[in-house]
């Protein structure tokens, strides 16, 4: 399959029982595979993607109050069923190794800020996959499928739009220990 690119924008849920009850809510049509939909829920904490040509995906955290889903030993994360395993080393000073390892079946993929600055998915085998472009001025974010992707490449990027990246760079590195410190947590962001 060809590349392609296209955009997720940030919607509204229609009824107020359901803005009460969402996070965030990303939407967009992704080539090929359809309308896609991220939704971040407040209880239970949870990021739920839907699309007809992507396996399902879902990620979770017991403890993660509200907003992003945190990354750490006790994340749960799942594509088309299949659980997936998540390292990282929050103390590395280079990009590359700050990134966030996901073992998923067979696949091995690194989820990263690429010296770009574009957040990237990499599969250990095939390299680069699904790219994010920063939003920038728009609000709406374009998602990069590389010709190398299939379908549950897009739908593990797509799951990790619900998850706490922010130390994914030195800054946001410093800023989530500074905050992990503040609220007396473990700096699992």
């Given at each position: 399959?060809?590349?392609?690119?296209?955009?997720?924008?940030?919607?509204?849920?229609?009824?107020?029982?359901?803005?009460?009850?969402?996070?965030?809510?990303?939407?967009?049509?992704?080539?090929?595979?359809?309308?896609?939909?991220?939704?971040?829920?407040?209880?239970?904490?949870?990021?739920?993607?839907?699309?007809?040509?992507?396996?399902?995906?879902?990620?979770?955290?017991?403890?993660?109050?509200?907003?992003?889903?945190?990354?750490?030993?006790?994340?749960?994360?799942?594509?088309?069923?299949?659980?997936?395993?998540?390292?990282?080393?929050?103390?590395?000073?280079?990009?590359?190794?700050?990134?966030?390892?996901?073992?998923?079946?067979?696949?091995?993929?690194?989820?990263?800020?690429?010296?770009?600055?574009?957040?990237?998915?990499?599969?250990?085998?095939?390299?680069?996959?699904?790219?994010?472009?920063?939003?920038?001025?728009?609000?709406?974010?374009?998602?990069?499928?590389?010709?190398?992707?299939?379908?549950?490449?897009?739908?593990?990027?797509?799951?990790?739009?619900g998850a706490n990246r922010l130390g994914l760079t030195v800054g946001g590195a410093i800023v989530s220990g500074v905050m992990s410190f503040l609220n007396g947590s473990h700096g699992n962001g």
């Open positions: 399959m060809s590349g392609f690119s296209f955009d997720l924008v940030e919607r509204v849920p229609a009824h107020r029982r359901e803005r009460k009850a969402t996070f965030l809510l990303l939407v967009g049509t992704a080539g090929p595979y359809g309308e896609v939909c991220l939704r971040v829920t407040n209880a239970p904490q949870e990021a739920t993607l839907v699309g007809d040509g992507l396996p399902d995906a879902t990620i979770s955290h017991p403890d993660t109050p509200y907003g992003y889903i945190t990354l750490d030993a006790q994340t749960r994360l799942t594509v088309g069923g299949v659980a997936a395993r998540l390292s990282r080393n929050r103390r590395a000073l280079r990009k590359e190794d700050r990134g966030i390892g996901i073992v998923l079946g067979d696949r091995h993929y690194t989820y990263l800020c690429a010296p770009t600055g574009r957040e990237e998915l990499r599969d250990s085998e095939r390299g680069p996959v699904v790219q994010k472009d920063d939003p920038g001025v728009s609000a709406a974010m374009t998602m990069v499928v590389l010709s190398e992707a299939d379908a549950t490449d897009l739908a593990l990027a797509l799951i990790m739009q």
